[in-house]
């Protein structure tokens, strides 16, 4: 039985997300085959939904050891280097979301510029989305010439 903040944010909030930030893919399941390329999965037919493209931030810790490669400290870099940076997310409403996504699957944005997604990992964002970890797959029609 969902809580009555779930049934709020179903009924409420998706469908106010997906009609302002909302826009139309492509999902295009894929099959992994021993010494190819990804193809299509001819059993799972490709579905359009509507999802919502957002940067997800994120911090990256870099940095070095305090002492430099013969044991002597360093007085240039005291500590680990923090840099912020953001991660490619779709967001799909629970109930509308494509069933089911695998990892290697392909999202393709159709208003936008037709940049391909291959999908890395879901998960739920706490309320009733999904949230879909994608890195992008060649260029955009904008970047290929």
């Not at 469908?15 to 492509?26: H, I, Q």
């Not at 089911?100 to 739920?124: F, L, N, Q, Y």
Request: aromatic letters at 6%.
């Amino acid at each position: 039985m969902s809580s009555f903040f779930r049934q709020i944010a179903q009924s409420a909030m998706n469908p106010a997300l997906d009609s302002t930030f909302g826009e139309t893919v492509l999902y295009v399941p894929m099959r992994n085959v021993p010494n190819g390329s990804p193809m299509p999965d001819p059993a799972r037919p490709s579905v359009e939904a509507v999802a919502v493209f957002s940067w997800k931030a994120d911090m990256a810790f870099a940095g070095r050891d305090k002492a430099d490669h013969k044991g002597q400290p360093r007085r240039d870099l005291d500590g680990p280097i923090s840099v912020q940076t953001r991660k490619p997310v779709f967001s799909f409403a629970a109930p509308c979301a494509p069933s089911p996504m695998r990892r290697g699957d392909h999202i393709v944005r159709s208003c936008a510029d037709g940049t391909r997604w291959e999908i890395t990992h879901k998960a739920g964002d706490g309320t009733a989305r999904i949230e879909v970890h994608v890195v992008q797959v060649g260029l955009s029609n904008d970047e290929a010439l």
